[in-house]
């Protein structure tokens, strides 16, 4: 059992993927479960002034006011890819890298650091490997919060703007608006997301987005905000490629 908050299923598969490379294990289940058993939970969560008063999750949005929590269970199954490809196994994507660390200190847990961010998602490219023009979407914490949106984008633009000057070619969203926040299941329940997304070739929207908010300049970063349904066309040569965010 890993409990890291939030980030708490995007570490297992860290720490599962990384157990496989180092031949550990020859496959592994990840999941990630949040379920509601009591209000003790909402009322502290309430008094840190993290859920929405308006009970509803607007990520990106100028009336971003908190989350609002949901419910769920998701599991996967990773492999090697030989292995996976010699046992005929559905394979829905295949894991390039990953990476995680510290935030470190910062004023409160509904404030993160972007130069703790920017740290961990250029330690994920790097482990990766891959050109970051090649990557289509990404699925972002994306909490819904005033503050913390702006803080996230701040990092991610940074890591990416380290190796691209390109801008609005990848597209950005939240899952939270659309089913809740899982809380320690919300990174696998992202990675479900993308995995779809790339199935299908289409990128959902993030719900409640109205108008982004004011504190973040999109066109200035590598990222356009997928607030409709938004066509995702397999690039020239390559794959279809998605990015995963979460914090703690």
């Known amino acids: 059992t890993i409990d890291t908050l939030c980030s708490s299923s995007l570490v297992a598969l860290h720490t599962a993927v990384r157990s496989l490379r180092a031949g550990e294990c020859e496959q592994a289940v990840v999941a990630g479960v949040r379920v509601a058993m009591s209000p003790l939970h909402y009322i502290a969560m309430r008094n840190l002034r993290a859920l929405s008063p308006a009970g509803r999750s607007r990520p990106f949005d100028s009336a971003a006011d908190g989350f609002v929590p949901g419910e769920g269970v998701v599991t996967v199954v990773v492999k090697p890819l030989r292995a996976a490809l010699r046992d005929g196994d559905r394979i829905r994507g ?46 972002a914490h994306g909490t819904g919060t005033s503050l913390g949106d702006p803080i996230e984008v701040e990092g991610l633009t940074r890591a990416w703007r380290a190796v691209t000057g390109q801008s609005q070619f990848c597209a950005i969203g939240s899952l939270k608006g659309n089913v809740g926040h899982l809380e320690p299941a919300a990174g696998l329940a992202g990675l479900v997301k993308v995995l779809l997304s790339m199935e299908r070739g289409m990128v959902p929207p993030s719900l409640h987005v109205t108008r982004p908010n004011d504190r973040i300049r999109f066109e200035d970063t590598p990222f356009y905000l997928a607030d409709r349904v938004v066509e995702w066309p397999r690039p020239a040569g390559g794959p279809r490629r998605g990015a995963v965010s979460a914090f703690g």
């Open 94 to 139: 295949v894991v390039k890298g990953t990476a995680v660390n510290h935030g470190g200190r910062t004023s409160g847990l509904t404030v993160p650091s972007s130069s703790a961010q920017e740290s961990v998602i250029s330690a994920a490219l790097a482990d990766a490997g891959v050109p970051v023009e090649s990557i289509g979407l990404v699925e």
